[in-house]
């Protein structure tokens, strides 16, 4: 427990000094601030927008507050916002501390001389593992905590207690999303010496499943399950759930599952083949918190089962390799 406590704060301290850590958070500060911007000017026109769309999504319901992070610009394609983009890019910050974990100190020759001290193993990489885990922490909580008070002072209403709590539920779900996408960089920084292949392999993966994935499960559901017309509702059900499950295979999915219930109780609760354009034409029933929590825990469940599942691979991977002085 002391030697991993000693690689942790070692870790946080170099995390803390690194100029790629200081250009990454102001990178992620500029943006999250951005999309505050549009939501607070999208907030603020909205009584004056002929769009019915905005209308319902901004006053539909009393969450009133959280509408600073789920209301944004809106195109053709879909709606910009705080929460889309953390969705994002939430990734890019667990990939940028999880791929060179391991296999830097492995090429530098300081892995060897690290384990030469009384730290052992298992020390080393849980000390590394939680190092990440709480700089992760530090960077979303902020980032969120900035926007909710940018966003007080700018529309004067102030948040409700369930306002809050959702808001701290958004924060943990971005946290396990976070902490997912670092475990599996770290993953590849055990298997791979070469640091510039692990990074290369995680972004890969991180662009197919969140930008590429969702576009492309309901094209396969529809190959495998055809809908024509004349086609039966039993059909037509089948096609959307299997489009569902297969869109549910990228964790973005679930991320965006889970913070849609929580952030946006009104319209969390419906399915993601509804576009919209149908929003205004539906009455809306928002969820309380105990429904929304009933609504995301199988997904929640199963990005804290994906980011156990590497780390544990990642923890037995390094255990056994061979390490040579030298």
């Known amino acids: 427990m002391k030697g991993a406590l000693t690689v942790f704060r070692k870790e946080i301290g170099d995390y803390f000094s690194s ?17 505050a911007y ?7 026109s909205a009584p004056m927008s002929t769009d019915q769309t905005l209308l319902v999504k901004v006053f539909i319901d ?23 983009f953390f969705g994002a890019f939430i990734p890019l910050i667990g990939i940028m501390f999880g791929f060179n974990a391991i296999n830097s100190e492995r090429n530098s020759g300081n892995i060897s001389r690290i384990l030469s001290q009384p ?12 190092a990440g885990i ?25 948040p409700t207690s369930e306002e809050i709590l959702r808001i701290f539920i958004f924060i943990i779900i971005c946290v396990i999303y976070g902490i997912f996408w670092m475990s599996l960089s770290m993953l590849f920084s055990v298997l791979m010496r070469n640091v510039a292949a692990a990074i290369l392999t ?44 297969l869109m549910r295979i990228s964790p973005f999915i679930l991320f965006y599952e889970s913070t849609a219930a929580v952030m946006d109780p009104t319209l969390g609760h419906l399915s993601l083949r509804v576009t919209d354009s149908d929003l205004s034409k539906m009455i809306a029933s928002p969820l309380s918190i105990s429904q929304s929590m009933v609504q995301i ?30």
């Open 19 to 35: 100029k790629i850590f200081i250009i990454l958070l102001g990178l992620i500060y500029i943006a999250g601030l951005g999309f």
């Open 202 to 245: 995680a972004i890969p993966i991180w662009l197919f499943l969140t930008f590429f994935w969702p576009f492309l499960a309901p094209q396969i559901a529809n190959r495998a399950i055809p809908v024509v017309d004349g086609s039966t509702l039993a059909t037509q059900i089948s096609n959307v759930s299997l489009s569902v499950d």
């Open 297 to 326: 825990w199988p997904q929640l469940i199963a990005i804290l089962a994906l980011a156990i599942i590497c780390f544990a691979a990642s923890y037995i991977v390094f255990m056994k390799q061979e390490i040579r002085s030298t």
């Open 62 to 84: 009393e969450m009133f507050f959280l509408k600073l992070y789920t209301v944004g610009e809106i195109n053709a394609i879909m709606t910009f916002n705080f929460v889309r």
């Open 134 to 158: 709480t700089t992760i922490s530090i960077m979303i909580s902020s980032i969120v905590l900035i926007v909710m008070g940018i966003g007080l002072r700018s529309i004067g209403v102030p």
């Open 119 to 130: 730290i052992y193993r298992d020390s080393l990489i849980n000390g590394k593992f939680l």
């Open 38 to 44: 549009l939501s607070i000017q999208a907030i603020k």
